[in-house]
């Protein structure tokens, strides 16, 4: 089974400073890979996706990953980050094979970024 | 448009009560989701539908009903809850070819914060 690793349960960073958000992923397929950010009291949004092709990925709201398939990670990337920022995100990952029919999403546990003034 | 709607926002009940849960989308998605979310945790997966059909129920009491009356609204229907399924509820919906593809974006609503007492 698929499993996907977020590395740190929080992140603080100050306002307009660059920001990584790591995700590691276990698979030995082919995987799609996803980022989603939610808000306080909000559903979840799609900052970006990966499925094929180009291994730099850029979303909304200036964000970017790479996907690194040696490495087997889906870093989030920003370079200058906001206080509107502050939320939780989460890395999740496509399994091809959950239920025969129909694919599932698996998520981290999350990364908590707190941008402060 | 990849709005999901979800109502109520918040909703209060009782142990002994009944209540509904609603999810709607008009993007012409045939995959409908519930997710349950608990505080500072990732989205489960509760239930999907495809075209309207039942295809995975991830061993969900059966005190949580899903309905799908259409392609457009998916129903979670609530009845004898304990404390503990307090949590935010997520609908999500995504295009479900008939293979099955997984690289399917799902599109989530606000959600619903439940409160048993």
């Known amino acids: 089974a698929q499993s996907v690793t977020q590395l740190d349960s929080q992140v603080p960073v100050f306002e307009e400073a660059p920001v990584e958000l790591r995700c590691n992923y276990s698979?030995?397929?082919?995987?799609?890979l996803f980022w989603y950010v939610q808000y306080p009291n909000q559903g979840l949004q799609l900052l970006l996706k990966?499925?094929?092709?180009?291994?730099l990925v850029k979303g909304i709201n200036g964000f970017e990953a790479e996907f690194n398939k040696s490495q087997t990670s889906f870093h989030l990337r920003k370079p200058s980050v906001h206080i509107s920022d502050t939320a939780e995100y989460f890395c999740?990952?496509?399994?091809?094979?959950?239920?025969?029919?129909?694919?599932?999403?698996?998520f981290g546990k999350g990364t908590k970024l707190s941008v402060k003034p | 448009d990849t709005e999901v709607t979800q109502t109520p926002k918040h909703l209060v009940m009782g142990m002994t009560n009944k209540k509904s849960l609603k999810c709607e989308q008009h993007?012409?998605?045939?995959?409908m989701y519930w997710y349950k979310q608990k505080a500072k945790k990732p989205p489960e997966l509760m239930f999907v539908?495809?075209?309207?059909?039942?295809?995975i129920n991830e061993s969900v009491p059966s005190r949580f009903s899903p309905e799908c009356p259409n392609s457009s609204l998916l129903n979670l229907h609530l009845h004898a809850l304990q404390p503990e399924d307090s949590a935010l509820y997520l609908c999500?919906?995504?295009?479900?070819?008939?293979?099955?593809?997984?690289?399917?974006?799902?599109?989530f609503g606000p959600g619903t914060r439940l409160t048993v007492l």
């Open positions: 999500a919906s995504s295009q479900e070819g008939t293979s099955g593809r997984s690289t399917d974006t799902q599109y």
């Open positions: 990966y499925l094929s092709g180009s291994t």
């Open positions: 993007m012409g998605h045939r995959a």
């Open positions: 698979s030995s397929v082919s995987v799609y």
């Open positions: 999740a990952v496509s399994d091809l094979n959950y239920g025969g029919s129909q694919g599932n999403l698996i």
């Open positions: 539908y495809s075209y309207e059909k039942l295809s």
